[in-house]
């Protein structure tokens, strides 16, 4: 909940929570805590039915929008 926190004070107009995904630094404008997401550890990331989550200690969020290199990353919130 910390983090969706977070990436909720950082978002527009201000510059965004970031993160890395591999070698990519990524921008995290949207989150949703979702007791649906998949068993992660701090770090990981997976992808299940369009929907990408990012290991938060104790839970996983949902990234709903993310951006690199200023260029949205999935459409609508659909990643694969």
Do not use: K, M, N
């Not at 989150?31 to 990408?52: N, V």
């Amino acid at each position: 909940a910390r983090i969706h926190d977070f990436v909720r004070a950082q978002t527009r107009p201000y510059p965004g929570a970031f993160t890395r995904i591999g070698e990519t630094r990524v921008t995290v404008w949207a989150t949703r805590l979702t007791d649906d997401a998949p068993s992660l550890a701090a770090g990981e990331y997976a992808c299940r039915d369009g929907r990408l989550f990012a290991g938060a200690g104790a839970g996983a969020l949902e990234l709903l929008e993310i951006e690199a290199g200023g260029e949205p990353l999935g459409a609508a919130g659909r990643f694969g």
